[in-house]
């Protein structure tokens, strides 16, 4: 009863703050004028690739220790410069300082096991430059002005309440705050293992617009102990962090989002998938990097609202990850790759991406090959590179084992379209909205096995707060609109047979690189995706009992929990649901 009461209180707030959003937030200013950017005006590979800004995220005593850092990182209403020939454009940024806030944000570099606390700190202005859609559930006050926000640490382990609850989202200086909002500075106790997160704006309705404006950036959590025998190729110079993501721009430099949406009777503004037409990578439109014939080690995210990146690399060079040469990421994935530049006697080598848009499109659908970025081969004489791609890595952490398992649930993706037309009107995960009662209540301590049904047209990107996950299978379902019609009827998988509509079904072979424990998996439509979700901390095998099943914080208490699609527009019209994780 209490949870159905707080449910409802939840959802008359957000109610009165969708009818309160459009005095608040206003339309998007109309900063950008002019007609949108022709993208064959800028030149490719004239700016070279910058180095975001890097934070120590831990302190170091007068006598070698390692202290528990204090970060202070604001979010300013600046401009950055995406090309040479691109007027400044206004974004809003992370950074230490105004003066030093880019996009992305600055690269926070985590020490495994000693806690950073960050205060974020909003110093936005009173209204939002880019159009949103007050039709959606949306923070914003009553009465208050202010663009909301919140930081989620993507991949992080952390207390609910420094999670970045898109309920928990504030104002400059404080002056409103979400039904949820957790007080500052956030805690990360950075106790999993070695990897690449990342950190990007979360507040409800506008995650979105607020990662467009430019509210993102890199982090690290590094275990030199544990890294240093794997011998990858290390240093600044050699060990970098590729951020991309596509925008489009107008003539005077200004961001473009369309100001109307595909159903403007449903959604003034919303739009089923952002695509721009420029590709940006660090901050820069199609830029280049001087490297040496050596090995590098690249961190690849993609942090596009809903473009996928299936990259590659011209004359035969390899990602080495597995010797694939190329691979699939869609929006929020992190590929750790390793490219020998050795291999290649040619003076350049150009990324691309192949990947239609919207992911995976029409069958058989073929984009054309877009540069992402140049790499300048330079053959001048260099010291020795004693780096090394290792045969396995970390083999001390668990493996995924189904056999754990202590539930299956089955959690459905839908995509509803107006009457009459194909244009989606919003996207529900189990036939729910966002405020309805929570009904995932995983215990702490196991694992489950989720069943992920997509129903859509559309590959969707699952991502589970606080837990990791493994795909087990995906399996295609055989005469999907029969069991599509069954289930938005009665929503229930096993009463229309989802059983006999996989039987046959062609099994999709989940790639080597991505066997392992991951955050983020690519659901493919029409198909039914087996996954292992470990709600516990991921230790090494010489951990404690208590260790291997408990985290370092009471996961019961505070806000609570999300799982959503990661295309950034759906989740913005609630292709996202809370969990209660208890004991």
Same mark, same amino acid.
């Given at each position: 009863m209490g949870e159905r009461r707080s449910a409802c209180l939840l959802a008359v707030a957000m109610v009165l703050l969708q009818a309160a959003a459009a005095a608040v937030l206003?339309?998007?200013?109309?900063?950008?004028?002019?007609?949108?950017?022709?993208?064959?005006?800028?030149?490719?590979?004239?700016?070279?690739?910058?180095?975001?800004?890097?934070?120590?995220?831990?302190?170091?005593?007068?006598?070698?220790? $390692?202290?528990?850092?204090?970060?202070?990182?604001?979010?300013? @209403?600046?401009?950055?410069?995406?090309?040479?020939? $691109?007027?400044?454009?206004?974004?809003?940024?992370?950074?230490?300082?105004?003066?030093? !806030?880019?996009?992305?944000?600055p690269t926070i570099e985590a020490m495994r096991g000693v806690p950073t606390h960050v205060t974020w700190a909003n110093h936005l202005p009173a209204s939002h430059f880019l159009p949103w859609d007050p039709t959606l559930a949306t923070a914003a006050a009553a009465g208050a002005r202010g663009v909301p926000t919140v930081v989620h640490l993507h991949g992080g382990v952390q207390h609910s309440s420094s999670d970045g609850h898109s309920l928990a989202w504030f104002t400059a200086g404080l002056a409103a705050t979400g039904p949820r909002f957790s007080?500052?500075?956030?805690?990360?106790?950075?106790?999993?293992?070695?990897?690449?997160?990342?950190?990007?704006?979360?507040?409800?309705?506008?995650?979105?617009?607020?990662?467009? !404006?430019?509210?993102?950036?890199?982090?690290?959590?590094?275990?030199?102990?544990?890294?240093?025998?794997?011998?990858?190729?290390?240093?600044? !110079?050699?060990?970098?962090?590729?951020?991309?993501?596509?925008?489009?721009?107008?003539?005077?430099?200004?961001?473009?989002?369309?100001?109307?949406?595909?159903?403007?009777?449903?959604?003034?503004?919303?739009?089923?998938?952002?695509?721009? #037409?420029?590709?940006?990578?660090?901050?820069?439109?199609?830029?280049?990097?001087?490297?040496?014939?050596?090995?590098?080690?690249?961190?690849?995210?993609?942090?596009?609202?809903?473009?996928?990146?299936?990259?590659?690399? #011209?004359?035969? $060079?390899?990602?080495?990850?597995?010797?694939?040469? #190329?691979?699939?990421?869609?929006?929020?994935?992190?590929? @750790?790759?390793?490219?020998?530049?050795?291999?290649?006697?040619?003076?350049?080598?150009? $990324?691309?991406?192949? !990947?239609?848009?919207?992911?995976?499109?029409?069958?058989?659908?073929?984009a054309e090959p877009v540069a992402v970025m140049k790499f300048l081969i330079e053959d001048a004489a260099t010291e020795p590179d004693t780096s090394a791609v290792p045969a396995s890595l970390m083999p001390h952490y668990p493996r995924p084992d189904a056999r754990e398992a202590a539930a299956t649930r089955r959690i459905t993706m839908y995509e509803y379209t107006k009457n009459g037309t194909d244009e989606p009107t919003h996207l529900y995960l189990n036939a729910r909205s966002y405020m309805e009662p929570v009904t995932e209540t995983p215990r702490e301590g196991t694992s489950e096995v989720w069943e992920v049904i997509n129903l859509t047209d559309d590959n969707h990107p699952l991502h589970v707060h606080l837990a990791l996950f493994a795909v087990l299978e995906q399996r295609s379902l055989r005469r999907v609109d029969e069991f599509r019609d069954c289930m938005v009827r009665r929503n229930d998988a096993g009463a229309c047979g989802m059983g006999r509509h996989l039987a046959g079904g062609r099994r999709h072979v989940v790639p080597p690189q991505e066997r392992g424990w991951k955050n983020v998996f690519k659901v493919r439509p029409s198909a039914v995706t087996r996954i292992l979700v470990r709600f516990k901390p991921l230790a090494s095998d010489d951990a404690s009992p208590e260790e291997d099943s408990r985290f370092p914080f009471d996961v019961t208490t505070g806000p609570g929990y999300v799982y959503h699609c990661h295309i950034l527009d759906h989740e913005d019209n609630e292709m996202m649901r809370p969990m209660k994780i208890v004991r």
């Open positions: 206003g339309g998007g200013e109309r900063s950008g004028g002019g007609a949108l950017l022709d993208p064959r005006r800028l030149e490719k590979f004239v700016d070279e690739l910058p180095d975001m800004p890097r934070l120590r995220g831990y302190g170091v005593t007068e006598g070698g220790a $390692l202290v528990a850092g204090n970060l202070t990182i604001g979010m300013y @209403d600046t401009t950055w410069k995406f090309h040479r020939d $691109l007027p400044a454009t206004r974004v809003f940024a992370y950074g230490a300082s105004r003066e030093a !806030a880019t996009v992305p944000g007080r500052p500075p956030y805690a990360y106790p950075n106790r999993q293992p070695p990897g690449n997160l990342w950190y990007h704006d979360h507040a409800m309705g506008l995650t979105r617009v607020n990662i467009l !404006a430019g509210l993102m950036g890199a982090y690290r959590v590094v275990s030199p102990g544990e890294e240093a025998p794997l011998n990858l190729p290390s240093g600044e !110079a050699f060990d970098r962090n590729l951020v991309l993501f596509d925008r489009d721009f107008r003539a005077d430099g200004a961001l473009f989002m369309n100001r109307t949406g595909n159903n403007p009777d449903v959604h003034p503004q919303w739009q089923p998938e952002y695509f721009g #037409s420029v590709v940006v990578v660090n901050g820069k439109a199609w830029p280049y990097l001087r490297v040496r014939r050596r090995r590098y080690r690249f961190r690849i995210l993609n942090a596009s609202n809903a473009r996928f990146f299936r990259l590659s690399l #011209s004359g035969g $060079l390899r990602f080495v990850h597995v010797g694939s040469d #190329s691979f699939l990421v869609a929006p929020s994935e992190i590929a @750790d790759v390793v490219v020998d530049f050795a291999e290649s006697s040619a003076g350049a080598a150009v $990324l691309s991406n192949d !990947a239609p848009a919207p992911y995976p499109g029409d069958p058989g659908d073929k």
